[in-house]
Every structure is written in structure tokens, then in C-alpha cells.
Nanobody, 122 residues
């Protein structure tokens, strides 16, 4: 029933920035869900790159993006964001958001977005 709608992907030059958005639809709010961002590059395993707790008080990052990407949420807008700075060609992937009750430490995500393509190339 919960639907996640992603936006913000596109083509960017190395060193550039993008901000991805993940918004809830279907009459649900994200307040009770931990939200994570995943990515999958061609020929690569799906990688969890970040997660944020229900209230935004706790975040974590994969080593591959730590210091460059920032996850945040605005529960009033029912939206989670991923700010991506200092982008590298190896960041090229399809990026997905996913939701679960209630903690980032829980393994299974209940809902997934459709994915948005991020391409970093000169």
C-alpha cells in the first residue's frame, strides 16, 4: 500500500552534485519507517549506502560515500533526501529508496521505490 516515488536523478559531471528525493504516496506517512538508500551499478551487487532513523536522529553511511553524501528527512513533507556531493564516475548506478519498520538495523525492507538513474560522466 505504501508507495515510494523517487526523483532527482540525472547526468552530472565528475565533482558535481545531485539531490535525490524519496516521497511517500498512497495516503501513508514515513514517520514510522526507517529509510535507506541503495544503489546498483551495472554488473555489481546492490549496495546499501545510507540509512536514517524514523525521526532523523541517527544516520549511517557506507564507506564508499561517507563524507560526500548526506541523508536527511523532512517528515512534515513526507520526504527523504540524499544529497550527493563530489560525485565520481564510480557513483554511476540506479539509486533506490526503501522503507521498513522500524530500525535501520532490521535487515528486511518492506517497501521500495522505482529507482532513479544517476550517471556521472564528463
Amino acid at each position: 500500500q505504501l508507495q515510494l516515488v523517487e526523483s532527482g536523478g540525472g547526468l552530472v559531471s565528475p565533482g558535481g552534485s545531485l539531490r535525490l528525493s524519496c516521497a511517500a504516496s498512497g495516503g501513508f506517512t514515513l514517520n514510522d519507517y526507517a529509510i535507506a538508500w541503495f544503489r546498483q551499478a551495472p554488473g555489481r551487487e546492490r549496495e546499501e549506502i545510507s540509512c536514517i532513523s524514523t525521526g532523523g536522529g541517527s544516520t549511517n553511511y557506507a564507506d564508499s560515500v561517507k563524507g560526500r553524501f548526506t541523508i536527511s528527512r523532512d517528515n512534515a513533507k513526507n520526504t527523504v533526501y540524499l544529497q550527493m556531493n563530489s560525485l565520481k564516475p564510480e557513483d554511476t548506478a540506479v539509486y533506490y529508496c526503501a522503507a521498513k519498520k522500524y530500525y535501520c538495523s532490521t535487515n528486511t525492507y518492506n517497501y521500495w521505490g522505482q529507482g532513479t538513474q544517476v550517471t556521472v560522466s564528463s
